[in-house]
């Protein structure tokens, strides 16, 4: 028996899709550019790395409610969730493990301490306060540290109009399943002082985890009921001064499941607070850009299970996590020097502090971890333009943390513009690192397991290179964009049990190649087609195995269609191919390691523009009501329809 909480661990187009009823703002930074991927404001076309970029107006008009959802569409990213909205949902990040991607809320490390490895479950946030997600592939602990082997997935909240004294929006929606969904928020800017903030909330009973196909299955749903709030002040007390501080929070209530079982009374509660304060200073005619910042992050999460009819085990889980950052970062941009231009060096220095206090597991097998690391870093990274054809970006980072060895990571890339063929090459290197987590190091299990004080971070050594090209077709100069990009990751010193099971050790090795497709057609201002293949082989290095949960193929299609004005229909196809996975037969049996069968969930969202002020929407989610398991026994949710309401004022 499986419990919930223990499962383990399309390219997209950077487009800005602007409805008339969109939250009218002004923003901080042009649709095309982005931060992630070098931590200095970039073109999207000039950064050497994979970039995906979901626009608020992506996830209004495809109706994502959750972080989960609106990444099932990125290449090279499998989001593997076992059931509805709040549960378990891990990312796979071409082909690197669920705790190998590191997840930050404006630009600061979110991911929780006290997850058993590090994982981020991306199926707790909801996005009413997000402006933008941005998903960068490939390794890039250069810039950001341990876990971003895989990538790095970076939510963007609202910024406040810097026109309006105040502008209200909000949203309410309701449909099957007793679901109902509400945002309100307002934002502005007033002197020199600028303010944001929102509440928002989700409820539904949800439906049944449990796949139909096991006998003792019942009719037990799952139900959820979460909300958050986002508050933001800053202040411009002179030009080129910034001083500002954000606070937000989260708890979702959820029922939860085991297979292959219903579990009737198997609940959960998940909070987290987060805040941070920053400053920042442009200096030298606006030569050098620096800022200091101070951020806090606070998980709390409790699980809870009695005896019934279907099993005597009982359950009462405590995990605590909170990690402090302080950090120092600087922007300097350089003055041209003949063939070279736009040179820009970036470096700081982070202070991170991480502690954990963790309680679970039944009386006979508990589970405990109570322990605290401090860990220092010093980053830089250079970029620049050669002969206004070839971007050059490079990144050098040393992590030092207490109780083991430092980790030197690094990163190098370019992009290569022929404009006469319309086309972009680009090619990238580098290395990852992921810390071992607390629990690795520290955990105990009563008298079974001890954790292993003396584990190494695991490393990775990636590279990339592809290309994307625009042909004049559809009577315009971009009507068809290809896209195609092979990446190559080689892995080691991967964190496992020993052959006791009683400590973990530095034992297992992974090689991971694939290639992404993609293709956006344009083909009039009323059709837009999005699609995107991902290829993956992800083998244990040692064994030849395929690793767990890491389809082979992956097939996203989605469409932006205005048929008549004002209104905007996105359906979404989202097709996931066969994986390797922990397996029970129809008959509840485990059966190990074996074939998870591949499967499809078609989405369609629809929106009408009645004013420039009101939009009306209906979201279809699993309209063919699939059966497909994401997780081995746990089944997407079935058929469902939203229908609401979003407004500014």
């Known amino acids: ?57 992506t996830i209004q008009e495809r109706g994502y409610q959750t972080l989960a959802e609106a990444l099932r569409s990125v290449p090279g990213f499998t989001m593997i969730q076992a059931g509805g909205i709040g549960q378990q949902a891990s990312g796979f990040v071409r082909g690197a493990n669920s705790n190998q991607v590191t997840v930050l809320l404006d630009g ?20 009413g306060d997000i402006e933008r997600i941005e998903v960068l592939r490939g390794p890039a602990s250069a810039l950001y540290g341990s876990s971003a082997i895989g990538g790095v997935v970076n939510m963007i909240t609202r910024r406040a109009p810097a026109d309006k004294a105040f502008q209200g929006f909000g949203e309410l929606a309701g449909g099957t399943q007793d679901t109902a969904r509400g945002t309100i928020g307002g934002a502005g800017t007033i002197g020199i002082w600028d303010y944001m903030a929102a509440i928002q909330g989700l409820t539904t009973r949800g439906s049944n985890a449990v796949a139909p196909r096991f006998p003792n299955r019942t009719s037990e749903r799952d139900g959820f009921q979460g909300a958050a709030g986002t508050a933001r002040l800053g202040v411009t007390p002179i030009e080129g001064l910034r001083l500002e501080g954000l606070l937000r929070w989260r708890e979702n209530h959820l029922d939860l499941d085991s297979v292959p079982y219903d579990d009737p009374n198997y609940t959960g ?33 409790s699980y809870h299970n ?23 970062t600087n922007t300097v941009r350089l003055p041209d020097a003949g063939i070279v231009t736009d040179p820009a060096l970036s470096f700081g220095l982070t202070h991170a502090r991480e502690a954990v206090d963790q309680n679970s597991g039944s009386p006979a097998f508990r589970t405990t971890t109570h322990a605290t690391e401090t860990s220092d870093a010093a980053q830089a990274a250079l970029q620049f333009r050669v002969l206004e054809r070839l971007d050059i970006a490079a990144g050098l980072r040393r992590d030092a943390y207490e109780g083991f060895d430092e980790a030197t990571t690094w990163r190098l890339g370019g992009v290569f513009a022929i404009p006469e063929a319309a086309t972009r090459l680009r090619a990238a290197a580098g290395s990852g690192f992921k810390a071992p987590a607390l629990y690795e190091r520290f ?13 190494r971070p695991e490393y990775s050594e990636s590279w990339e ?10 009577g315009r100069p971009d009507g068809l964009t290809l ?11 991967l964190i496992n049990y020993d052959t006791t099971y009683s400590t973990l050790v530095n034992v297992d090795r992974a090689r991971i190649k694939g290639i992404e497709w993609t ?50 229909v996105s359906p979404e196809v989202l097709v996931v191919g066969r994986t390797q996975d922990s397996t029970y037969d129809d008959s509840g049996n485990f059966v190990g390691a074996a074939e998870n069968k591949a499967g499809t969930v078609v989405n369609v969202t629809a929106t009408y523009a009645w004013t420039e002020a009101i939009t009306f929407f209906t979201e279809g989610r699993n309209l063919g009501n699939s059966r497909y398991e994401p997780a081995n026994g746990f089944v997407v949710p079935g058929r469902s329809l939203l229908v609401g309401t979003r407004f500014v004022f």
């Not at 009695?306 to 120092?328: I, K, N, Q, V």
């Not at 290179?465 to 559809?474: H, K, N, Q, Y």
């Not at 083909?523 to 087609?529: A, G, T, V, Y």
């Open 1 to 57: 028996m499986r419990r919930l909480l223990l499962l383990a661990t399309t390219l997209s187009p950077a487009t800005a899709l602007m409805p008339a009823t969109a939250w009218s703002q002004t923003p901080l930074l042009l649709p095309d550019t982005v931060v992630t991927a070098t931590r200095v404001p970039t073109p999207a076309e000039r950064v050497p790395a994979a970039i995906t970029i979901i626009s608020r107006e």
């Open 108 to 127: 600061v490390v979110i991911n929780d301490p006290s997850t058993p490895a590090g994982a981020f479950n991306f199926g707790n946030d909801l996005l």
């Open 269 to 301: 509660n998940d909070r987290r607070w987060y805040g941070q304060l920053r400053g920042s200073a442009v200096l030298l005619d606006g030569a050098w850009t620096t800022g200091l910042r101070v951020a806090q992050t606070e998980d709390r999460r």
């Open 306 to 328: 009695l005896m019934d009819a279907g099993s005597t085990a009982t359950t009462d889980d405590l995990f605590r996590g909170s990690r402090t950052t302080y950090e120092w």
């Open 443 to 455: 955990g105990r299990i009563g008298t079974y397991f001890r954790g292993n004080p003396d584990l």
């Open 465 to 474: 290179i592809g290309s994307e090209t625009d042909l004049p077709v559809f």
């Open 483 to 493: 896209g195609v990009t092979y990446f190559d990751t080689k892995s080691r010193d």
């Open 519 to 568: 293709a956006t057609a344009r083909i009039s201002p009323e059709i837009e087609l999005t699609g995107a293949w991902t290829i993956t082989d992800a083998r244990n290095a040692r064994t030849g195995e395929r690793l767990l949960r890491r389809p082979e193929n992956q097939w996203s299609l989605s469409a932006r269609l205005v048929p008549v004005p004002k209104v905007v």
